[in-house]
């Protein structure tokens, strides 16, 4: 019914910010917190998810997506809840993508039959990694036959959109070991895979130790990244994204959401919204998150109007990650400019140096254009890299 009536349609994010422990690479917003402040968190967000969907009347829900953190702590039960709390509020699209991030370490078959009973229909599985002693370097709490289970688990639940996170770039990790994991994994057949290369973040254990890691040398990084990308491409999977590769049909919608600039509201502590014109993110505490809510107030903590100018760098810094790139009559048709003769030069020096493409109207990063995108793209922005 609602889709009939031509709804703008919305991305839905929900953080949840708990872990059993923290991996040693990991700055997101999460920790070990106790049941009880799971459950009052659970309750908090449905009260939250209430008060907001009023201002979303006009839109359609097409993806909701839970992240974190560890969503699958939370149980079948716990994710059912999060669903029914938007389902029962926001107005859902027929053809809904309901995406729950899950740690192989903390998810049972029972909860997969649970949460695709009610309505979640994508599985996204942080794994890292197929060796265990790398697993265990990053302190993740599965092996990777605890993956396999839970793989088999969320099939038999009836999941048939799987994704697979990796990392490449690892401590003590060769270019023979990557391959390995990106042959296993991809020969399960997952729909989408996330190729993420490790940045090492101040605020971690991997921060704290950076000098004494044993990373692998630029070079080695690079043919990783390359050994995947033509390996994943000639099993099917087309990388429609700089880290990501998914079967025909199969790109995530929620993430397409970010990169194509379209709206998303996010609700739990440190999540970020683009919503009615403004880039809006809630305070980075899970106490004061929920005390933000219990008192009626918004637990905004940053929050910015997007003028033209920012929309279009922005335009430019998220639409340049995706392989279709941009089509200078998209650009024009958005913003009123002629891409081609604003970028003119900058375009051509990246396409004369091999990490561009121009195909008609479309402008495009190579594999290797991909690989440097910060540098590319945030000198296009004019962003600092
Ligand atoms: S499970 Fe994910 S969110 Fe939690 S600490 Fe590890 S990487 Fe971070």
Redesign the pocket.
């Known amino acids: 019914m609602a889709d009939k009536l031509n709804k703008k349609r919305l991305g839905i994010y929900i953080h949840v910010p708990f ?5 040693a ?2 700055d ?1 917003y ?1 920790g070990n917190f106790s049941p009880d402040d799971r459950a009052e968190y659970l309750t908090v967000l449905e009260k939250h998810i209430k008060r907001i969907a009023p201002s979303a009347d006009m839109y359609t829900v097409d993806s909701i997506f839970l992240g ?3 969503p699958t702590i939370l149980g079948g039960e716990g994710i059912a809840l999060i669903g029914n709390a938007v389902a029962s509020t926001f107005s859902l699209s027929g053809d809904l993508e309901f995406s729950v ?1 899950a ?1 192989p370490g903390t998810v049972t078959h029972d909860d997969l039959k649970i949460m695709r009973s009610s309505g979640v229909n994508r599985i996204s599985f ?1 794994l890292q990694s197929s060796h265990d002693s790398e697993l265990k370097m990053l ?3 599965h092996s990777y036959s605890e993956f396999l289970s839970a793989y088999s688990d969320a099939r038999d639940a009836g999941i048939d959109n799987i994704n697979v996170d990796l990392m490449y770039g690892l401590p003590e990790q060769t270019v023979d070991s990557f391959a390995e994991t990106v042959d296993r994994v991809s020969a399960l057949s997952p729909e989408h895979l996330s190729l993420y290369g490790l940045k090492i973040e101040d605020n971690t254990p991997f921060g704290r130790m950076r000098d004494s890691l044993s990373l692998p040398d630029e070079d080695s990084e690079y043919e990783m990244y390359m050994t995947a990308v033509e390996m994943l491409r000639s099993r099917g999977y087309r990388h429609y994204e700089i880290s990501n590769y998914a079967k025909n049909g199969r790109e995530c919608r929620h993430n397409l959401k970010y990169w194509d600039a379209l709206e998303y509201i996010a609700f739990g502590p440190s999540a970020y919204s683009y919503f009615g014109g403004k880039r809006y993110g809630y305070i980075g505490s899970l106490t004061d998150y929920c005390a933000a809510v219990e008192d009626g107030r918004e637990p905004i903590e940053y929050c910015e109007e997007i003028t033209e100018q920012d929309r279009e760098a922005e335009y430019i810094m998220l639409r340049m990650r995706l392989r279709d790139g941009i089509s200078a009559e998209d650009f024009y048709s958005r913003f009123g400019i002629d891409f081609e003769e604003k970028y003119r030069d900058k375009l051509n020096k990246y396409i004369s140096i091999g990490v561009m493409v121009k195909d008609r109207d479309r402008y495009f990063l190579t594999d290797r254009g991909m690989y440097v995108s910060n540098t590319v793209i945030s000198d296009i922005a004019e962003f600092d890299a």
């Open positions: 872990c059993k422990s923290k991996c690479y990991c997101f999460s974190g953190g560890t991030e740690n942080g302190s993740r709490i």
